[in-house]
């Protein structure tokens, strides 16, 4: 099933999203707002926003807090990336040059900074002080994760669930942030706050695996970057570690890691992890995760936004890019 039948529910919510992310980019400043309409168009699938809306319509909707919180979440979403690239000195996002790429890796970490102030603020502008402190504590979390990834590059001395505490707090964190902060801003009961937190952290799990599949199986095309990223930048993802331990002492990922011919190792990883069942046992384990991120679901109202919500939990596991 496409996103656009499956955002059916909050399709005119989701333009206005995007009319209030068109709005932050009005500033007095040139070199800023070109920065950031540069940034803030790179036609990504808006799941976190959509989060956001489709968890507040289960009840009482007001579009006055939901639309800043679901626009404060993409923008930190993307503030995520822009650091990121800008970290692993990556040319490519989305098909097109990064800011780093354009404009220099300070410009990229200045940029990812003003958007995260800029996340706060719309944040604020829900006047929940619940949420608010939740959206701070979700930065600091997605931040440590980075930290955590920074600082365990190369290392092949990583268990799985070094790994899922680590996509935990990079990616599962903000979906939950999503979830969560929907439920509350529409008074859910606390029962569904709960289920909603769950689904959010389960479906990011799922969402990360299958991002960490498609670094092997996909295609530039496809991922608008090059196949093998994460094992260039030293990222030890589940499929890796799955060809860790079939080819215990003749590894290309153990030869990569040490700094041994990069592209050929990086090449012959994605050629093993395609001739064996590594794929087929992470498709698998992240299948789990969206089935726990829906196991509740009988709690919730019987209406489109929950229905959107469980196909959007089908399309996590079977998307290309």
Not at 11 to 16: A, C, P, Q, T, V
Not at 96 to 120: C, Q, S
Request: charged share 25%; proline share 4%.
């Amino acid at each position: 099933m496409e996103l656009s039948t499956i955002y059916k529910p909050i399709r005119e919510d989701l333009i206005k999203v995007e009319n209030e992310l068109r709005s932050v980019s009005k500033v007095d400043f040139p070199w800023l707002s070109e920065l950031l309409v540069y940034s803030l168009s790179g036609g990504g699938k808006e799941i976190r926003p959509a989060l956001v809306l489709l968890s507040g319509k289960l009840y009482d909707c007001n579009l006055d807090y939901l639309l800043p919180m679901a626009t404060a979440v993409e923008v930190v979403h993307i503030a995520t990336l822009v650091h990121d690239d800008a970290i692993d000195k990556s040319p490519l996002r989305r098909g097109r040059p990064t800011i780093n790429e354009v404009w220099g890796e300070d410009k990229a970490m200045l940029l990812g900074d003003y958007l995260f102030a800029k996340a706060g603020e719309l944040a604020a502008n829900t006047r929940n002080l619940q949420v608010i402190k939740l959206f701070a504590q979700t930065i600091q979390t997605i931040s440590s994760g980075e930290l955590n990834q920074a600082f365990s590059a190369f290392n092949l001395e990583q268990t799985r669930q070094q790994y899922l505490q680590r996509i935990s707090s990079k990616t599962a964190s903000l979906f939950s942030t999503a979830t969560e902060s929907g439920a509350i801003l529409s008074q859910a009961p606390e029962e569904s706050i709960k289920v909603l937190k769950e689904y959010g952290y389960n479906l990011g799990i799922a969402f990360q695996i299958i991002d960490d599949i498609l670094d092997f199986i996909g295609t530039e095309e496809e991922l608008g970057k090059p196949v093998g990223s994460d094992l260039a930048q030293g990222t030890l993802t589940l499929p890796a570690m799955l060809l860790l331990e079939c080819y215990v002492e003749d590894n290309p990922v153990k030869r990569l890691f040490q700094n041994r011919d990069k592209q050929e190792n990086i090449e012959l990883a994605i050629k093993l992890v395609h001739n064996s069942s590594i794929i087929e046992e992470c498709y698998a384990v992240a299948a789990d995760y969206c089935d726990k991120a829906c196991c509740n679901f009988d709690l919730l109202p019987d209406c489109p936004s929950r229905r959107a919500l469980m196909e959007l939990a089908d399309y996590i596991i079977n998307r290309k890019r």
